[in-house]
C-alpha cells in the first residue's frame, strides 16, 4: 500500500479521521437559495456579491483556496489586493444568471492542480491581475450581448496581455489529520517589480446571529515572538486550534457579522463586522479592526514585494498543537514528502504507458474532482420558518415547501463550486465514476447519502437540485450505486455488499415512485419531463406543453429500462448470499420487457416511439384528443434507448434456479413480449443472453446515424442533436407560433433554462460516457464478428469495442495536445494554447462545442466531465 492508501485505510477503519479537513469552502455561497429569504425569491438579487464582503453568511462560507472542517466551524482562505481593486479579492467574482449572456457565469482564473483523497496533499493556482479588476466592464460588456454572442471573459478585457498579473500557489500538505501546513508561493509574471498584499485569513463561521443557543467561538492573538506569529482559536465543539503564521507581519482582527449600517442604514450591535479588514486595508480605516486583537475572523497581514519574475514564500500551520516554539522546522521536508507520496499514489492509478500529457490532464481532472467537494448545509424546516434571532420570512410561493423533511448537513461533491455550487442528483452519479477509482469509500456515501430518509421524499424521490428539488433527473442513482460497487470489487478486491443491499432497498421506493408518478396510461411509457436535458426538445419539458396533454418520452422510457436491468444486476448479486433476492430480481426482469415492448408499441395507435420510416426512437406527442405525432428531432434523445442493456452469463441461469424458471415461464408464456426486442432466446458470444430495449438489427440502423459525421459524430465525440438540423431545422407550429430546434454547437440561443444551457448540438460527457459503456457491452454480447462502419461512409468496419475505443479517443483528444500542440479545450483562446504559464492548466467545462471541441458552459464541472480520468485509464493513447 501507498502512504495515501494506509491513510484512507485508517480513516476507513476509524483510526485515525484523515477527512476531517478539506477543500469544502464553496466557491460562492451568495446568490444561493439557501441564502436568499426574499419575498420574491429572488435569489440573485437578495444576496448580490457587493454584499458577499459585508454580510454574514446563514448556510456556508466561500473563499478562495479555502479548506474548513467538515462542519465548517473553522475556515481558512486567502484574501489578495493588489493596490488597484475597490475591494478585497476575498471570493471569486462572477455574473449572476440574469447578468450574463448564456446564465451564471465565472469570471476569473483559478485552477485545481493536484489533490488526494485524504487531502494530506492539495495543491491550487490564482491568477491575480496586477491592474485593477475590470467588474464593471464585465457586467456592462455581457448585459450588452446577446444569445448568438459569445461570453466577454476576463482575458477579452486585455488584462493579461503584458503579463501583468501574479500567479498565487496554494499548498496544503497535513502532518497529522490535525495539522496541516500551508505554503503559499506567489510569483510576480510582470516585467517590474510588483506590490502584493497577502492575507491569509483565518474565521469561524457565523451560527451565533441565528441560533440562541450556540456559544460564540473566538479568536485571539497569541504572544508573538520574534519569527512567527499566532491566532489561537476557541471553539465549544472543535476545540482549540493554533495558526502559525512564519514571518507574520500584523494581525487584524475583526467579527464575521453583517455589517447592517452600511448595507441597511441600521446600527451594528459590534463596530468590528465582516469587512472590517477590507476597509482597513483598502481604505485605511483603523477602526475597523479590533485594537484588543480578538473576535471571530482574523488574518495576518504580508505585504509583499517581489522584483520581476520572481517568487517570495508564505508559510503558515493550522495545527491541534498549541505553544509550538518552533512550527516551521521540518516544513519543507514534510511539504515535499507528501507531495512524492501524491505522485505514488496516482502512478498506481495511471497504466504505465501513458504519455506525460496523459498523466497531466487525468491528474488534474482528480484533483478537480476532489477539489469540488463541499459542506453542504440546508435544513428546509429552518430555512422556511426562520431563526428564533431573526424575522420571520415572508415569502410569495417559497421553493420547495413539499421537501419540509430535507436535513443536508453533509460534504458532497458538487457540479461546479461557483456556478453550480449545489448537489445535483443526475451529475453525482456520473461524479462517483472516477472518484471510485481513487475514493470508493467516499463515491459509496454519496450514494448512500441521497438515499437516506433526511434526503429521500417520503414518498421515494430524490432531491434535484436546490432551485427545485422536485425537477426530475433522469434516474441514473441504481447504475451509479452498481457502478461503484463493481469498480471497488475489480481495483481494490471489495465487494460491500451492505452498500449495495442498502442503497437497494430505499432505490425500491424510488422505482415505486416513478411507476406511480410518472406512467401516465399505465402502458410503461414514461413522461419525466425534464429529465436533466433542459433545452433538448420542441418544447420545455419540465413546464405544461402548449398543445396541451403529454409527452411519452423515448429518453424517459429507455432510462425506466435502464433503472430496471441495473436494479436487476443489483438483485442477482445480492441473491449470490440471499435468495430471496431472486424473487426481486424476477419483478425487475418482467417489468423490463414490458417497457422494452411498450418502447414499440404504445396501446393499439400505430405511431410508436420507434419511428419505422426514418429508423430512429422519437418523442411521440400525446395530444388532449387521444391523437400521437412524432416530434421527429434527432436527438440525444433517440440514442438514450441504447442505454438500456444487460448481459446475462451463461452460468447465471443454472446458478439461480428460480430466477430461471421464472425466465422460462416468460420465454414460453409471453411470446409476443419477443417480437420486437432483443431476443431473450438466441445465444451471443459464449453462451451469453443479451437483455436490451434495442435489438441487434436496430442497433445497427442507429449506429449507421450516430456513427454519421454529418450527423452525431463528431471529432471529439457525439453530438446531443444531430447536425442534419443544422441546414433542416425541425419547426412545429401551436397557434400560429413556430417552435423550432435546430442545430446549435456552442452555446443556447433561446432563454429557456436561463440561457445557460445547451443540449441542442454540445458534446456531453456523461451521454458519450454511456454510449460507451452500452456498446462494451452489446459487444460482450454480439463479439468481434458483428461489425459496423464507422464513421460511416468511410468503408471503415469496426466491431463494437473498437467504436466505443474510437468515441473514448475523440473524447480524451479534447484536452490532449494535437499535432499542432493546442488543445481543443482551449478553443480560440491564444494565451492558453501558446503562453508556457498558461498552455498546460486544464479547465473542465460543462460541455464542448459540437465541431471543434471547445469547451463551453461551467468551466470546473470537473464532476462530470472527470470522466476523462476514466477514459484515460481504461484507454491511454492506444
Same mark, same amino acid.
Given at each position: 500500500?501507498?502512504?495515501?492508501?494506509?491513510?484512507?485505510?485508517?480513516?476507513?477503519?476509524?483510526?485515525?479521521?484523515?477527512?476531517?479537513?478539506?477543500?469544502?469552502?464553496?466557491?460562492?455561497?451568495?446568490?444561493?437559495?439557501?441564502?436568499?429569504?426574499?419575498?420574491?425569491?429572488?435569489?440573485?438579487?437578495?444576496?448580490?456579491?457587493?454584499?458577499?464582503?459585508? $454580510?454574514?453568511?446563514?448556510?456556508?462560507?466561500?473563499?478562495?483556496?479555502?479548506?474548513?472542517?467538515?462542519?465548517?466551524?473553522?475556515?481558512?482562505?486567502?484574501?489578495?489586493?493588489?493596490?488597484?481593486?475597490?475591494?478585497?479579492?476575498?471570493?471569486?467574482?462572477?455574473?449572476?444568471?440574469?447578468?450574463?449572456?448564456?446564465?451564471?457565469?465565472?469570471?476569473?482564473?483559478?485552477?485545481?492542480?493536484?489533490?488526494?483523497?485524504?487531502?494530506?496533499?492539495?495543491?491550487?493556482?490564482?491568477?491575480?491581475?496586477?491592474?485593477?479588476?475590470?467588474?464593471?466592464?464585465?457586467?456592462?460588456?455581457?448585459?450588452?450581448?446577446?444569445?448568438?454572442?459569445?461570453?466577454?471573459?476576463?482575458? /477579452?478585457?486585455?488584462?493579461?496581455?503584458?503579463?501583468?498579473?501574479?500567479?498565487?500557489?496554494?499548498?496544503?500538505?497535513?502532518?497529522?489529520?490535525?495539522?496541516?501546513?500551508?505554503?503559499?508561493?506567489?510569483?510576480?509574471?510582470?516585467?517590474?517589480?510588483?506590490?502584493?498584499?497577502?492575507?491569509?485569513?483565518?474565521?469561524?463561521?457565523?451560527?451565533?446571529?441565528?441560533?440562541?443557543?450556540?456559544?460564540?467561538?473566538?479568536?485571539?492573538?497569541?504572544?508573538?515572538?520574534?519569527?512567527?506569529?499566532?491566532?489561537?482559536?476557541?471553539?465549544?465543539?472543535?476545540?482549540?486550534?493554533?495558526?502559525?503564521?512564519?514571518?507574520?507581519?500584523?494581525?487584524?482582527?475583526?467579527?464575521?457579522?453583517?455589517?447592517?449600517?452600511?448595507?441597511?442604514?441600521?446600527?451594528?450591535?459590534?463596530?468590528?463586522?465582516?469587512?472590517?479588514?477590507?476597509?482597513?486595508?483598502?481604505?485605511?480605516?483603523?477602526?475597523?479592526?479590533?485594537?484588543?486583537?480578538?473576535?471571530?475572523?482574523?488574518?495576518?497581514?504580508?505585504?509583499?514585494?517581489?522584483?520581476?519574475?520572481?517568487?517570495?514564500?508564505?508559510?503558515?500551520?493550522?495545527?491541534?498543537?498549541?505553544?509550538?516554539?518552533?512550527?516551521?522546522?521540518?516544513?519543507?521536508?514534510?511539504?515535499?514528502? $507528501?507531495?512524492?507520496?501524491? /505522485?505514488?499514489?496516482?502512478?498506481?492509478?495511471?497504466?504505465?504507458?501513458?504519455?506525460?500529457?496523459?498523466?497531466?490532464?487525468?491528474?488534474?481532472?482528480?484533483?478537480?474532482?476532489?477539489?469540488?467537494?463541499?459542506?453542504?448545509?440546508?435544513?428546509?424546516?429552518?430555512?422556511?420558518?426562520?431563526?428564533?434571532?431573526?424575522?420571520?420570512?415572508?415569502?410569495?410561493?417559497?421553493?420547495?415547501?413539499?421537501?419540509?423533511?430535507?436535513?443536508?448537513?453533509?460534504?458532497?461533491?458538487?457540479? /461546479?463550486?461557483?456556478?453550480?455550487?449545489?448537489?445535483?442528483?443526475?451529475?453525482?452519479?456520473?461524479?462517483?465514476?472516477?472518484?471510485?477509482?481513487?475514493?470508493?469509500?467516499?463515491?459509496?456515501?454519496?450514494?448512500?447519502?441521497?438515499?437516506?430518509?433526511?434526503?429521500?421524499?417520503?414518498?421515494?424521490?430524490?432531491?434535484?437540485?436546490?432551485?427545485?428539488?422536485?425537477?426530475?433527473?433522469?434516474?441514473?442513482?441504481?447504475?451509479?450505486?452498481?457502478?461503484?460497487?463493481?469498480?471497488?470489487?475489480?481495483?481494490?478486491? $471489495?465487494?460491500?455488499?451492505?452498500?449495495?443491499?442498502?442503497?437497494?432497498?430505499?432505490?425500491?421506493?424510488?422505482?415505486?415512485?416513478?411507476?406511480?408518478?410518472?406512467?401516465? /396510461?399505465?402502458?410503461?411509457?414514461?413522461?419525466?419531463?425534464?429529465?436533466?436535458?433542459?433545452?433538448?426538445?420542441?418544447?420545455?419539458?419540465?413546464?405544461?406543453?402548449?398543445?396541451?396533454?403529454?409527452?411519452?418520452?423515448?429518453?424517459?422510457?429507455?432510462?425506466?429500462?435502464?433503472?430496471?436491468?441495473?436494479?436487476?444486476?443489483?438483485?442477482?448479486?445480492?441473491?449470490?448470499?440471499?435468495?430471496?433476492?431472486?424473487?426481486?430480481?424476477?419483478?425487475?426482469?418482467?417489468?423490463?420487457?414490458?417497457?422494452?415492448?411498450?418502447?414499440?408499441?404504445?396501446?393499439?395507435?400505430?405511431?410508436?416511439?420507434?419511428?419505422?420510416?426514418?429508423?430512429?426512437?422519437?418523442?411521440?406527442?400525446?395530444?388532449?384528443?387521444?391523437?400521437?405525432?412524432?416530434?421527429?428531432?434527432?436527438?440525444?434523445?433517440?440514442?438514450?434507448?441504447?442505454?438500456?442493456?444487460?448481459?446475462?452469463?451463461?452460468?447465471?441461469?443454472?446458478?439461480?434456479?428460480?430466477?430461471?424458471?421464472?425466465?422460462?415461464?416468460?420465454?414460453?408464456?409471453?411470446?409476443?413480449?419477443?417480437?420486437?426486442?432483443?431476443?431473450?432466446?438466441?445465444?451471443?458470444?459464449?453462451?451469453?443472453?443479451?437483455?436490451?430495449?434495442?435489438?441487434?438489427?436496430?442497433?445497427?440502423?442507429?449506429?449507421?446515424?450516430?456513427?454519421?459525421?454529418?450527423?452525431?459524430?463528431?471529432?471529439?465525440?457525439? $453530438?446531443?442533436?444531430?447536425?442534419?438540423?443544422?441546414?433542416?431545422?425541425?419547426?412545429?407550429?401551436?397557434?400560429?407560433?413556430?417552435?423550432?430546434?435546430?442545430?446549435?454547437?456552442?452555446?443556447?440561443?433561446?432563454?429557456?433554462?436561463?440561457?445557460?444551457?445547451?443540449?441542442?448540438?454540445?458534446?456531453?460527457?456523461?451521454?458519450?460516457?454511456?454510449?460507451?459503456?452500452?456498446?462494451?457491452?452489446?459487444?460482450?454480447?454480439?463479439?468481434?464478428?458483428?461489425?459496423?462502419?464507422?464513421?460511416?461512409?468511410?468503408?471503415?468496419?469496426?466491431?463494437?469495442?473498437?467504436?466505443?475505443?474510437?468515441?473514448?479517443?475523440?473524447?480524451?483528444?479534447?484536452?490532449?495536445?494535437?499535432?499542432?500542440?493546442?488543445?481543443?479545450?482551449?478553443?480560440?483562446?491564444?494565451?492558453?494554447?501558446?503562453?508556457?504559464?498558461?498552455?498546460?492548466?486544464?479547465?473542465?467545462?460543462?460541455?464542448?462545442?459540437?465541431?471543434?471541441?471547445?469547451?463551453?458552459?461551467?468551466?470546473?464541472?470537473?464532476?462530470?466531465?472527470?470522466?476523462?480520468?476514466?477514459?484515460?485509464?481504461?484507454?491511454?493513447?492506444?
Amino acid at each position: 500500500m501507498t502512504a495515501e492508501e494506509k491513510r484512507l485505510e485508517e480513516n476507513r477503519t476509524r483510526q485515525a479521521y484523515w477527512r476531517r479537513w478539506g477543500p469544502y469552502l464553496s466557491d460562492r455561497q451568495w446568490g444561493t437559495v439557501r441564502e436568499d429569504y426574499s419575498r420574491d425569491g429572488n435569489a440573485w438579487d437578495y444576496f448580490p456579491h457587493e454584499h458577499a464582503r459585508s $454580510r454574514a453568511y446563514r448556510w456556508g462560507e466561500d473563499g478562495i483556496a479555502g479548506i474548513s472542517d467538515n462542519h465548517q466551524r473553522l475556515c481558512f482562505a486567502i484574501a489578495l489586493w493588489n493596490g488597484a481593486d475597490p475591494i478585497l479579492k476575498e471570493r471569486l467574482f462572477g455574473l449572476t444568471g440574469p447578468e450574463g449572456n448564456h446564465g451564471e457565469d465565472v469570471k476569473e482564473y483559478y485552477f485545481y492542480l493536484d489533490n488526494t483523497p485524504s487531502h494530506a496533499y492539495m495543491k491550487y493556482l490564482y491568477k491575480y491581475p496586477q491592474t485593477e479588476f475590470p467588474y464593471t466592464q464585465l457586467v456592462q460588456e455581457n448585459q450588452q450581448r446577446g444569445y448568438y454572442d459569445s461570453e466577454f471573459e476576463l482575458v /477579452d478585457t486585455g488584462i493579461f496581455d503584458k503579463n501583468e498579473y501574479f500567479d498565487v500557489f496554494v499548498e496544503y500538505a497535513k502532518n497529522s489529520p490535525e495539522d496541516i501546513l500551508i505554503q503559499i508561493t506567489v510569483v510576480n509574471r510582470s516585467l517590474e517589480a510588483r506590490t502584493l498584499h497577502l492575507l491569509p485569513t483565518l474565521w469561524f463561521f457565523n451560527t451565533w446571529d441565528w441560533d440562541r443557543n450556540s456559544e460564540k467561538p473566538s479568536l485571539q492573538m497569541m504572544k508573538p515572538d520574534v519569527l512567527t506569529s499566532a491566532i489561537e482559536a476557541t471553539h465549544s465543539t472543535l476545540g482549540k486550534r493554533w495558526l502559525y503564521c512564519q514571518n507574520g507581519g500584523k494581525l487584524l482582527f475583526t467579527d464575521n457579522e453583517t455589517n447592517h449600517q452600511k448595507l441597511f442604514e441600521v446600527s451594528n450591535t459590534s463596530p468590528y463586522v465582516k469587512d472590517g479588514i477590507n476597509d482597513y486595508v483598502v481604505e485605511g480605516v483603523e477602526a475597523a479592526i479590533n485594537p484588543q486583537q480578538v473576535g471571530t475572523k482574523a488574518a495576518c497581514y504580508y505585504l509583499l514585494n517581489i522584483g520581476a519574475g520572481e517568487e517570495q514564500v508564505v508559510r503558515l500551520r493550522l495545527s491541534d498543537l498549541g505553544k509550538l516554539t518552533h512550527p516551521f522546522v521540518e516544513f519543507d521536508v514534510i511539504l515535499q514528502v $507528501r507531495k512524492q507520496e501524491a /505522485d505514488e499514489f496516482y502512478q498506481q492509478i495511471s497504466p504505465s504507458h501513458l504519455s506525460a500529457d496523459c498523466r497531466n490532464v487525468q491528474r488534474q481532472a482528480f484533483a478537480g474532482l476532489l477539489w469540488t467537494k463541499q459542506f453542504y448545509h440546508y435544513v428546509i424546516e429552518d430555512w422556511l420558518n426562520g431563526d428564533p434571532n431573526q424575522p420571520t420570512p415572508q415569502r410569495h410561493n417559497a421553493r420547495n415547501q413539499e421537501w419540509m423533511h430535507l436535513f443536508n448537513d453533509d460534504i458532497l461533491s458538487m457540479p /461546479d463550486k461557483w456556478e453550480f455550487p449545489w448537489f445535483a442528483a443526475w451529475d453525482l452519479a456520473f461524479h462517483v465514476i472516477p472518484l471510485a477509482t481513487i475514493d470508493p469509500d467516499f463515491a459509496k456515501r454519496q450514494m448512500d447519502r441521497l438515499t437516506r430518509e433526511w434526503y429521500l421524499h417520503p414518498n421515494g424521490q430524490i432531491p434535484a437540485y436546490e432551485w427545485h428539488f422536485s425537477d426530475v433527473n433522469p434516474p441514473v442513482h441504481a447504475w451509479g450505486t452498481w457502478r461503484v460497487y463493481q469498480i471497488e470489487r475489480d481495483i481494490y478486491h $471489495r465487494a460491500d455488499t451492505d452498500f449495495l443491499e442498502r442503497v437497494f432497498q430505499k432505490l425500491l421506493l424510488n422505482f415505486t415512485w416513478w411507476v406511480n408518478r410518472k406512467d401516465n /396510461d399505465g402502458n410503461n411509457v414514461f413522461q419525466g419531463g425534464f429529465l436533466g436535458l433542459d433545452n433538448i426538445g420542441i418544447f420545455d419539458r419540465s413546464s405544461e406543453l402548449p398543445t396541451g396533454g403529454y409527452l411519452e418520452q423515448s429518453d424517459g422510457t429507455s432510462w425506466m429500462g435502464m433503472y430496471c436491468l441495473n436494479m436487476l444486476a443489483i438483485a442477482l448479486e445480492l441473491a449470490k448470499t440471499n435468495p430471496t433476492y431472486e424473487d426481486i430480481a424476477s419483478k425487475f426482469f418482467e417489468h423490463f420487457l414490458y417497457i422494452a415492448d411498450a418502447m414499440n408499441h404504445i396501446g393499439e395507435t400505430q405511431i410508436h416511439l420507434w419511428d419505422d420510416e426514418d429508423k430512429f426512437f422519437y418523442d411521440v406527442l400525446h395530444s388532449p384528443h387521444d391523437e400521437r405525432h412524432h416530434l421527429k428531432v434527432r436527438s440525444m434523445v433517440g440514442l438514450v434507448p441504447l442505454f438500456a442493456v444487460e448481459i446475462l452469463e451463461p452460468d447465471l441461469l443454472e446458478r439461480f434456479p428460480g430466477f430461471r424458471k421464472r425466465f422460462e415461464w416468460f420465454i414460453n408464456n409471453r411470446p409476443k413480449l419477443q417480437e420486437n426486442i432483443a431476443s431473450l432466446t438466441a445465444e451471443g458470444k459464449e453462451s451469453k443472453r443479451l437483455l436490451a430495449i434495442v435489438s441487434p438489427e436496430k442497433l445497427k440502423l442507429i449506429l449507421q446515424r450516430m456513427l454519421d459525421e454529418s450527423e452525431f459524430l463528431s471529432e471529439y465525440g457525439i $453530438r446531443s442533436v444531430s447536425k442534419f438540423h443544422l441546414e433542416n431545422p425541425y419547426n412545429f407550429n401551436v397557434d400560429g407560433q413556430q417552435h423550432q430546434v435546430s442545430y446549435e454547437p456552442a452555446e443556447s440561443t433561446s432563454g429557456m433554462f436561463g440561457g445557460n444551457s445547451n443540449w441542442r448540438g454540445p458534446i456531453w460527457f456523461p451521454m458519450n460516457y454511456l454510449i460507451i459503456e452500452s456498446l462494451q457491452k452489446f459487444h460482450n454480447y454480439l463479439g468481434d464478428d458483428f461489425k459496423v462502419e464507422c464513421p460511416t461512409g468511410s468503408g471503415h468496419w469496426m466491431n463494437l469495442a473498437e467504436v466505443a475505443s474510437e468515441l473514448s479517443q475523440r473524447l480524451t483528444s479534447i484536452f490532449l495536445q494535437n499535432s499542432g500542440n493546442s488543445r481543443p479545450v482551449h478553443g480560440g483562446n491564444a494565451l492558453f494554447q501558446t503562453h508556457p504559464d498558461w498552455q498546460d492548466l486544464l479547465l473542465f467545462y460543462e460541455y464542448f462545442h459540437g465541431d471543434n471541441g471547445a469547451g463551453l458552459g461551467a468551466n470546473h464541472q470537473t464532476g462530470w466531465t472527470g470522466l476523462v480520468a476514466n477514459l484515460i485509464r481504461d484507454c491511454g493513447e492506444m
